[in-house]
């Protein structure tokens, strides 16, 4: 993959046009935006579940790595290529935060990737769905994004079919192709365009 060059074949785009957009979102149950310090103990509780991070290539998270990691995405704004941030899902009813969604734009950062993950309770209540539902609207419709990438593990079947709910399309296998808990893993990569993407 190429940078991004404006039209006129301008430097390469290190950032999304309009990436100093607003990130708080709202749907039917739901406030999304960006982590907070205060959303310590809510993250650490479902992040340090060895079931929550069963297909994602990491360990449960400690505490401190879980300070470190909300205190080293404070005043990070979306857009930056390379750069992950993470948003909060936080529930209207309780006011408590219950998931997570990452997104990195990529090196042509028209392209972005989203990673999520959330609590077990508040799971199968299509939460998740809703939230990244929401989401990619926005990505699409005030960033302008072209395409919305995921990968996910070939057993990690919430995920697979939430994304499939979202009407991503299962574009690769890869085999082996990163390195989990002592063995090697595969993947499925899934995507979706601006005009695929329902409105
Ligand atoms: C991936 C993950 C976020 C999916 O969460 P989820 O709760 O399954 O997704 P949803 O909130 O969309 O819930 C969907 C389920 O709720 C059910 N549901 C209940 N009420 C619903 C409603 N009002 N609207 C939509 N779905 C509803 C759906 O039927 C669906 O069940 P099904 O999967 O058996 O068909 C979650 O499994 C997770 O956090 N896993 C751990 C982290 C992880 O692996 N992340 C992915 C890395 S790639």
Redesign the pocket.
């Known amino acids: 993959m190429v940078p991004y060059r404006n039209a006129a074949g301008g430097p390469p785009a290190r950032r999304i046009p309009g990436s100093h957009l607003s990130m708080n979102l709202e749907t039917k149950r739901t406030k999304i935006r960006y982590l907070r310090r205060d959303d310590l103990e809510d993250f650490y509780a479902f992040r340090s579940d060895p ?2 991070c ?3 290539g990491y360990d449960p998270i400690s505490r401190r790595s879980a300070v470190e990691f909300i205190e080293s995405l404070q005043g990070k704004e979306f857009g930056t290529a390379g750069e992950w941030v993470q948003l909060g899902v936080v529930l209207k009813e309780t006011g408590r935060m219950i ?1 997570d969604v990452g997104l990195k734009p990529e090196l042509d950062v028209r392209v972005v990737e989203f ?4 609590s077990p309770d508040f ?8 939230a990244v539902g929401a989401t990619m609207d926005h990505l699409f419709d005030r960033y302008h994004v072209h395409r919305v990438i ?4 070939v057993d ?1 079947v ?2 697979i ?2 994304m499939e ?1 979202l009407g991503f399309r299962r574009e690769a296998h890869f085999r082996n192709s990163f390195f989990d808990h002592g063995v090697w893993r595969d993947e499925y990569l899934y995507a979706v365009l601006d005009n695929e993407w329902r409105r």
């Open positions: 079931e929550v069963r297909y994602q998931g990673g999520i993950s959330f799971q199968g209540r299509g939460l998740a769905s809703e995921g990968s996910v593990d990690n919430a995920c079919r939430l709910r």
